[in-house]
């Protein structure tokens, strides 16, 4: 293990892994590697590759103990630690998005997820979600009687407004 100058030490916590300076590893990103990766290599006597993750035992990223790590293939260990969240059925995302009408923003954000995962969930699972103008009908329903003919207002000015440019051309 290198050091730099003024007593740098060589290591970090970076993404709650001990990070070591090997600058020469073919892994190593900005110059650190993963003390987990190291360890795995050393006991199995060549480079963990690609399609393969070193996997911790007992869940702490910090014990870098051989006896606490395991070496398993990219898809097991995903399987393996993927609790963050789970897939809703059809009938969840259904509830979620028509009868308590949760845009998917929010939905994500209640499910632990990202909106592109909820909307691809709701695509694999068939479910249609609401469109602008289905929003807008909502909205207008739950509007003020004040509000309401502003809006009238407004959305009639807009189309006398389109129908006077298309007369002119």
């Known amino acids: 293990m290198a050091t730099k100058r003024n007593g740098f030490k060589g290591w970090f916590i970076g993404h709650g892994y001990k990070q070591i300076w090997v600058p020469e590893h073919p892994k190593a990103v900005n110059g650190y590697v993963p003390e987990h990766r190291l360890v ?28 606490n790590l395991k070496l398993m293939k990219h898809s097991e260990h995903s399987k393996k630690t993927s609790t963050k969240y ?37 695509k694999d699972a068939g479910v249609k979600w609401r469109t602008i103008s ?34 002119q051309k």
């Open 40 to 67: 795995m290599e050393k006991k199995i006597g060549r480079r963990v590759h690609r399609n393969e993750d070193v996997h911790h035992i007992n869940g702490d990223k910090l014990d870098n103990r051989v006896e």
């Open 86 to 122: 789970k897939r809703p059925t059809k009938e969840e995302l259904k509830k979620m998005h028509w009868e308590d009408e949760l845009p998917l923003k929010k939905m994500a954000q209640k499910l632990g997820c990202s909106r592109p995962t909820v909307t691809r969930w709701m």
């Open 134 to 167: 289905q929003d807008s009908k909502r909205r207008y329903k739950n509007m003020s009687k004040e509000k309401k003919r502003k809006y009238t207002e407004a959305a009639r000015a807009a189309m006398a407004e389109k129908v006077s440019n298309s007369k």
